[in-house]
């Protein structure tokens, strides 16, 4: 080898930067094109899509935020005639309010049962809803046992802890919206389960039982099992028996929801393969032990987001009990918006919007959580 | 097997439960109760409302205090359940309430079918039409082809249909479920007219956006006398309603206050000596003490005072006692005689 | 007993008899429900009795004395029996359904099919107007509705007019209504004949498309039938009788609100756009599984044969993901019947409204008036759920 060749050989030690794509297969521009613009027609939609967006987006953003109006003592302070602008949400009204709307009339000296109410029930849904939780068969009965008999002593009253009586009528607001639903899942998922055991029965009286309780349940509108319960109910207990007022929507949710559940739990009992009941019966199992050693914690497990989705459903539903004029959340907001106090063009919307914002957060919020777990249970499958 | 234990419970639970209470005996549950559970509404200002504390006023409010005065020597061993015109009156046929005081109207219907008895009338009124001023309307006949926004299961509802068929007019019917709806709907410009007692008109037309914009027709379309409502079983319990509402009246006429009723003990009219229960055992007879009128005057009043603090001067809503004077006075309201 | 029971043994006795202990559970399941609906009862005709409630149906040939703004049928507070009331209340609920149903459909399918767009901007917009729709209580979207669509209309004197006899204001749209003469049953009599040769001619060019390939314009030709027939029978039918067949009633301006014509209430608008806009969020969620649970395959085939992606959806893809959406879509048709109930809320008087609300009330006679109620919605979901099973049968899978 000469020095010439030496010389002229070249080695490229170092990776030339690689040059950029041209500027429309990435980048903005690109993505662009290939999303929205890809053809005449999905042109054409994207257009349409954005006019739609400029059209409903900036007047929700002036009526939430903008224009909005965050302080103020009365109405005075949310009326476009005294304040001098277009007013959107007069969040003024729910700052006033928001002790109506989270406690009703519960005594105010007394309030602090509710608090404590909230934090326990807190505690006992994350138990129960976080997969990896210690001791979940304990969160199990703290949810299903503990807790409603810890509530009811709280909330009613127990003399014996110097808790004095508080009656139901006095009970509103996102208090009972939360009481009804946790009495709804509390007593609607052990009913739903022995529901659909009976109708997935051999005896056929227990069958024909479960099957036309569920089917009439489910056949008819929330409402009319409300009216039932409000106008009936009273009428088919002896003389001198009555039921509490809040006792009444609560027994006609909790039946309501128990027809739902039971279907939701018989697909899951659907699901289990063959071999699962005939290795559970191989053993000598009797059937009470092969559902609850064997079936039920599997079954359930795979419709937990079937039976999250059926809690959104009851979530939504207990608003329901407003038209039988039990004061939840809704009602107590229908309640506040004729108080001539805040009597203003848009004090209805920004307390429907306050309900609105609640209800989505919660109900949101819970099918995020049975996404999740959806996704996690079908990652155990595909293995 | 869980589900069989379940339902056997319930059903044991049920028969358990079942221990008759009989119909005459209210005053006896309310006693041993220690509380008088009444129906209440919980959104007519002027007769019934309670504030955000849970304390409730108005005239209606004040009658359940006077009987509970009368039982218990206290207005306040009183327990409000809040009612819709709707489940009213289930409510009291299920004994789940001792007595409703809710502007109730008393009919032939409801005396007879229903299973009540209206055992006083605290309140003469009858059925109004409010509008707004800008309509330029006077008089109600002149509502031909208006739409008129009421409430549904009530009396109004029923008048209405009556009053624009025997005039002869058209007319749309707009029905809700509460009366906050109905005047909410009214509010917002769905209705020409808003119909119902011409009491409420007064109570709600407080809750508009500008109350200064309404008008109330002069036209009363019908007779709604208003009164506590009792179950149709229980005499003695009616008795006691009825003479708490008379008690209220006969004090005014005599001139007894809350104010002056303890010097009023000394008084020699023998009118009054019957009603403060100072001679004759009047209170004894209806299965309370012989006090019974003192003790409604003390606590509550008697029912001018209680009138002029609600509904009349003392209140915002400024209504005239007109029907609601004292005979003597020209009204309708008569006290019987204690005798 | 249940934890004697595992140990199974050859020579039971008879109390661990699987089947005898079947006939005793039941036995004691008979026996509870039937000394509860006993008890129930029993209760319910004593409670009566002693308050003196009237009771059976014969309360529904007595007069209602109520009005009801929305009747399809003759009804008037005078003459009219708390039966008629059933029946208006009834048609009102069926009315508000059945439209909600057709247009709730189209909706769902539209934001549904969006949702899988590749047009990303489309897909995200149907994304949110699912999550909002489907995590907002219908009853708080009711009032939403009433109250947006109440508030910012005019007052009937400042009636937006579109012409032809068509107003908007608050008291809702008036539009011009037609009075039918004698003959004028032909009108809609053609329209209906229109469809059956559409679909007699549909048939018949399928066929000729299978034997030949040749291709007619069934659309054209149907839209012509359609709506050409009940035209030229018009122009008949006025050329014969001199007159028109058909005149209108159009709404005039009066003191208060408009006279005359036909009127859409707001109330049926807003628990229409309602249950609408909530079962459509619904149906697209049914929609997209079922578009996803067709393959990738079967478009992916399509697309390789030369169909259009329209094609490939309209022929391909729909008809495989029906089969799947059918049993589900058939749940949310009846639960916006069920839905529809809410009209309570808002003062439409649909069967809830002016039943269990003002008849009840009236005759406080609750528990025929509940069962009432009750029984028609169980038979409207009965019916519905019959006819959704034979249809689902005939387009299931033939498995081979």
Known sequence: MNAATETLHFVRNEQVEAAPPPRLVRGPLAWMRENLFSSIPNALLTLATIYLLYVIVPPVLRFFILDAVWVGVDRDACRAETVGRPVGACWA????????????????????????????????????LWLNAPRRGLGAIYFFVVLPILSVLLLAGFKPLSLPPVQTSLWGGVLVTIVVSAVGIVFSLPFGVLLALGRRSKLPIVRLFSVVFIEFVRGVPLITVLFMANTMLPLFLSEGVTIDRLMRPLVGVALFASAYMAEVVRGGLQAMPKGQYEGAMALGLSYPRMMYFIILPQALRIVIPGIVNTFIGLFKDTTLVAIVGIFDLIRTIEASRVDPNWATPTTSLTGYAFAAVFYFLCCWGMSRYSLGVERRLAAGQKR | ????????????????????????????????????????????????????????????????????????????????????????????????????????????????????DFPAINYFDGQGFMVRKTLGVASAKELSGASVCTQQGTTTELNLADFFRANNLKYEVVAFATADETFKAYDAGRCDAFTTDASGLYAERLKATNPDDHIVLPEIISKEPLGPVVRHADNQWGDIVRWTHFAMLNAEELGITKANVDQMLKSDNPEIKRLLGTEGKYGEAIGLTNDWAYRIIKHVGNYGESFERNVGQGSRLKIQRGQNALWTKGGLQYGLPVR | MASAANQAPAKAS??????????????????????????????????????????????????????????LIPYSSSGSTYREAFVVGLLNTLLVAVIGIFFATILGFIVGIARLSTNWIVAKVSMVYVEIVRNLPLLLQLFFWYNAVLAPLPSPRQSINFGAGFYLNNRGLSLPKPILNDTAWLIPFAFLAGIVLTLLFRAWAR??????????????????????????????????????????????????????????????????????????????EVVRAGILAVSRGQTEASYALGLKPSHTLRLVIVPQAMRVIIPPLTSQYLNLTKNSSLAVAIGYPDLVQVFMGTVLNQTGQAVEVVAITMAVYLTISLITSAIMNIYNRRVAIVER
């Open chain 1, 93 to 128: 009204f729910v700052a006033d309010k928001i002790n109506y709307f989270i406690y009703g009339s519960y005594p105010i000296p007394e309030r602090w049962r509710v608090d404590v109410f909230f934090v326990l029930l807190a505690i006992g849904v994350a138990w129960m």
């Open chain 3, 207 to 284: 066929r000729v498309q299978e034997a030949t390939g040749r291709q007619y314009p069934v659309g054209l030709v149907g839209l012509g039938a359609i709506l050409g027939l009940p035209i030229v029978i018009w122009l008949v039918l006025a050329a014969i009788g001199g007159t028109n067949p058909i005149t209108f009633d159009i709404p005039e301006q009066q003191r208060f609100n408009l006279r005359g014509g036909m009127q859409v209430f707001p109330e049926f608008v807003a628990l229409l756009l309602g249950l609408v806009t909530y079962t459509a969020g619904f149906i697209a």
């Open chain 3, 14 to 71: 008879l109390f661990y008899d699987p089947k005898v202990r079947g006939i005793f559970f039941q036995a004691i399941l008979v026996l509870v429900i039937g000394f509860l609906f006993y008890e129930a009862i029993t209760n319910a005709v004593s409670n009566l009795r002693a308050a003196g409630i009237a009771s059976g149906f014969g309360f529904l040939t007595n007069p209602a004395g109520f009005d009801i703004n929305q009747q």
């Open chain 2, 1 to 116: 097997m869980k589900k069989a234990l379940v339902t056997i419970a319930i059903g044991l639970a049920a028969s358990v439960a079942a221990t008759a209470a009989s119909a005459q005996a209210t005053l006896n549950a309310v006693k041993q109760r220690g509380t008088l559970q009444c129906g209440a509404n919980p959104s007519l200002a002027g007769f019934g409302v309670p504030d955000a504390q849970g304390n409730w006023t108005g005239l209606d409010v004040e009658f359940c205090r006077a009987i509970s005065a009368a039982i218990f020597n206290d207005p306040n061993k009183v327990r409000f359940i809040p009612l819709s015109a709707k489940d009213r009156f289930t409510a009291l046929q299920s004994g789940e309430i001792d007595v409703l005081v809710r502007n109730s109207t008393a009919t032939m219907s409801r005396d007879t079918s229903l299973g009540l």
